[in-house]
């Protein structure tokens, strides 16, 4: 119904900025906002000669990228709970790198990813070769929500709780397995939904500077340059880029639902 | 107020001085050791350069790369204003209707899930993309939709009880709104609006990497990055991120200023 609706709102958009004439804010023509039809067979019809149909070819490309956003998810999910874990336990580690961990989200992540490349690239072994470094980017993007939200989520146990847990001596282990962790699982999860965007993010741009042809970064890429000839190749693009990460946030609310239980609290 | 300055401002400044010396030094020892390394194993130049040659780089190049720097920091303060302007501006109109908010609320949420960064190359054809309203209109998307959910998040996280207190002195609504659900909201609005000012840097240099005018941040550094001048490349991302971390800062100061109450409700 959403995309219905979608759909009808473009058309009638279309509709009346071509017939009324209107440029602001820009102009509307069959390149700038191709019909949705034409979008729609975009995916039938081969790209270029002598190739599957458009749809094939995307759908390699998105495999190909999943396999990187989900293999950078993993590990940047697993960095930043490590982060989160240890820094909870030390008031001066976490005034001595919290700024930075704040910080390195500033830097514009497209601008450091050739450089990731070729750093990363030669110490990958032949398998991983080419996706391992786009992996790695989408981590950087991963890690940071996870590791902020964790951190918080570590400190919400009830302090009654944790008073209770020391009269019985418990240890810091079970400390943090019996209470925190529990008591941070809706932070995580909050954290997981929006990484799993990030992810995807991460490893489209991260395609981009990498010269990474066989996923939907580089398609864009590509598609881009041949945009005033056939702008339905690159929407159709984007339209699969969407679904992705819509698929992945999904999947992310899934496994909360599995493992959390209790209603999250108001957690931002 | 005077009560709350505390003892003497002078033993304030210090202690405000300790939180921040284990951040310092761990800045020191990176550095130290970032640089130790180079010298040490002779690492080549083009996989990192030394902090001390970017650094001189940013002096010796100044004048491309800080009027570079400032003509991307507008574009990314264009769009982190329109964005975060129509986003409050969409809370306030959802808030208002709240079945309009609970039908409307999944859409955002896909919508947030959508790698939007995946349209840049779109923008760019709507919007010229050698003017920086393409920029603008791309760092705006990137940041409406994180202001547009937490301001919505806040105005509806009023509690009831307060509500009906003021509804029970016959308050207006419009008293309701200026007295309980803008001051409970305001936290979630600045915890957006942080977000959204990392964003919107991020969305006009990954903006300009699809094309944009030559003495644009993003160009200087993909082009630089071409020509393996790593130097500077690492420059352009410093000035990057220092311009980042201060429209951070920015966000920060006028929350410290906007919202006095309550600082253990503010979601960092």
């Known amino acids: ?268 | 107020m005077t009560s709350e300055t505390g003892p003497s401002l002078g033993g304030r400044a210090a202690r405000q001085a300790g939180e921040w010396v284990p951040a310092l030094v761990v800045f020191v020892l990176v550095i130290a050791a970032w640089q130790g390394a180079i010298t040490a194993f002779s690492i080549k130049q083009f996989l990192l350069p030394a902090p001390g040659d970017i650094v001189r780089s940013c002096w010796t190049d100044r004048h491309s790369l800080w009027p570079a720097g400032w003509y991307t920091f507008k574009e990314a303060l264009g769009g982190f204003a329109i964005g975060s302007a129509l986003g409050v501006l969409g809370a306030t109109v959802i808030g208002r209707f709240r079945s309009l908010g609970s039908a409307l609320m999944p859409v955002f949420i896909a919508a947030n899930a959508v790698p939007i960064i995946a349209f840049a190359p779109i923008a760019n054809v709507w919007f010229n993309p050698l003017s920086p309203h393409s920029k603008m209109a791309i760092a705006a998307v990137l940041c409406f939709l994180p202001v547009l959910v937490n301001t919505l998040r806040g105005l509806q996280s009023a509690s009831p009880r307060q509500i009906e207190l003021m509804r029970s002195y016959a308050a207006s609504e419009i008293e309701i709104w200026r007295r309980v659900r803008v001051p409970t909201a305001l936290p979630f609005l600045f915890t957006a609006l942080k977000v959204a000012s990392v964003l919107s840097m991020i969305g006009a240099v990954v903006g300009e990497y699809f094309g944009g005018s030559f003495n644009a941040l993003g160009v200087l550094i993909r082009s630089d990055a071409q020509i393996l001048n790593f130097e500077r490349a690492w420059a352009g991302i410093l000035v990057a991120s220092v311009l980042g971390v201060a429209l951070y800062a920015a966000v920060v100061l006028a929350e410290r200023l906007v919202v006095r109450w309550s600082p253990e409700r503010r979601v960092s």
């Not at chain 1, 993993?74 to 976490?94: C, D, P, T």
């Not at chain 1, 302090?159 to 941070?184: I, N």
């Not at chain 1, 990460?245 to 931002?268: D, L, M, T, Y």
């Open chain 1, 1 to 268: 119904m959403v995309l219905a609706a979608l759909v009808g709102l473009w058309e009638l958009y279309r509709w009346v900025w071509t017939s009324a004439g209107w440029t602001w804010p820009f102009r509307v023509d069959d390149t700038s906002m191709p019909h949705v039809w034409r979008i729609a067979k975009a995916f039938a019809e081969p790209a270029q000669v002598n190739q599957p149909a458009l749809i094939t070819v995307l759908l390699h490309k998105t495999l190909f990228t999943a396999k990187e956003a989900a293999a950078g998810f993993g590990l940047g999910a697993v960095v930043g709970f490590a982060l989160g874990v240890v820094l909870v336990h030390s008031r001066l580690l976490q005034r001595g790198f919290l700024p930075y961990i704040v910080g390195s989200q500033t830097i514009p992540i497209l601008a450091i990813a050739p450089m990731v490349v070729v750093w990363v690239n030669p110490k990958l072994p032949g398998s991983l070769q080419g996706w391992g470094a786009v992996a790695v980017i989408a981590a950087y993007l991963t890690f940071f929500p996870v590791a902020i939200n964790t951190l918080r989520g570590l400190q919400s146990a009830d302090p009654r709780a944790l008073e209770l847990m020391r009269t019985y001596a418990a240890s810091r282990w079970t400390v943090l397995w019996k209470l925190r962790v529990p008591s941070s699982l809706p932070y995580v999860f909050s954290a997981l939904r929006l990484a799993a965007t990030a992810s995807v993010v991460g490893a489209i741009i991260g395609e981009l500077p990498s010269g990474i042809q066989s996923g939907l970064g580089g398609a864009i890429l590509n598609f881009n340059q041949y945009y005033s000839l056939e702008p339905q190749e690159l929407w159709a693009t984007n339209v699969v880029a969407a679904a992705l990460g819509i698929v992945f946030f999904v999947i992310v609310v899934a496994a909360e639902k599995i493992v959390v239980r209790r209603a999250p609290e108001n957690v931002a």
